[in-house]
T-cell receptor, first 115, second 118 residues
Framework: AQSVTQLDSQVPVFEEAPVELRCNYS??????LFWYVQYPNQGLQLLLK??????LVKGINGFEAEFNKSQTSFHLRKPSVHISDTAEYFCAVSESQGGSEKLVFGKGTKLTVNP | SQTIHQWPATLVQPVGSPLSLECTVEGTSNPNLYWYRQAAGRGLQLLFY??????ISSEVPQNLSASRPQDRQFILSSKKLLLSDSGFYLC?????????????????FGPGTRLTVL
């Protein structure tokens, strides 16, 4: 069975500082990987996804993530954060199961950007 | 374009009362549909998913049930709510985009329903 571990439950940073949100997964087969962002009392919005090809994936709002198969990681990075990036971030993994792909989510990382 | 609706946005219900949350998707056909619950500090838990009308798979045993009476409609129900049913309920869809290739890898989420059981 697949699982996702987000190593940090909370990450406080100052505005314009770089940030890395860590995600590790476990799976016995090939996976697809996703990062979602959730603003307070809203649904989840896709930031970026890795399906195949280049291991460096660029997403919306200046975020990027790198798929590392040997380390089973998919860490999210942004070189300079803004106050508006304050939100909860979820890493997710999926495996194909007969056309009904299910996502397994990590428990989330709350990013707080301080002025 | 595709949109997903959930209602109500917020709901406060007494213990033992029934529940019905609705989710509808526009702009696509034959989607996979999902119900998640988000409890504080516990991430997202998949409750049910559906690959077609009348086809429901339950992920965890619980006090809730789901139904899919139409292709783009997904309903979450309970006959008697428990305190532990409180949480933020999210509906999601994946599947073929209208006029484009079929892909089930990415899920699109609705705005959610905040349920408080007192």
């Amino acid at each position: 069975a697949q699982s996702v571990t987000q190593l940090d439950s909370q990450v406080p940073v100052f505005e314009e500082a770089p940030v890395e949100l860590r995600c590790n997964y476990s799976s016995s087969v090939s996976v697809y990987l996703f990062w979602y962002v959730q603003y307070p009392n809203q649904g989840l919005q896709l930031l970026l996804k890795y399906l195949s090809g280049s291991t460096l994936v660029k997403g919306i709002n200046g975020f990027e993530a790198e798929f590392n198969k040997s380390q089973t990681s998919f860490h999210l990075r942004k070189p300079s954060v803004h106050i508006s990036d304050t939100a909860e971030y979820f890493c997710a993994v999926s495996e194909s199961q007969g056309g009904s792909e299910k996502l397994v989510f990590g428990k989330g990382t709350k990013l707080t950007v301080n002025p | 374009s595709q949109t997903i609706h959930q209602w109500p946005a917020t709901l406060v219900q007494p213990v033992g009362s029934p529940l019905s949350l609705e989710c509808t998707v526009e702009g696509t056909s034959n989607p996979n549909l999902y119900w998640y619950r988000q409890a504080a500090g516990r991430g997202l838990q998949l409750l049910f998913y559906s690959v077609g009308i009348g086809q429901i798979s339950s992920e965890v045993p619980q006090n809730l049930s789901a139904s899919r009476p139409q292709d783009r409609q997904f309903i979450l129900s309970s006959k008697k709510l428990l305190l532990s049913d409180s949480g933020f309920y999210l509906c999601a869809w994946s599947g073929g985009l209208a006029g484009g290739p079929v892909t089930y890898n990415e899920q699109f989420f609705g705005p959610g329903t905040r349920l408080t059981v007192l």
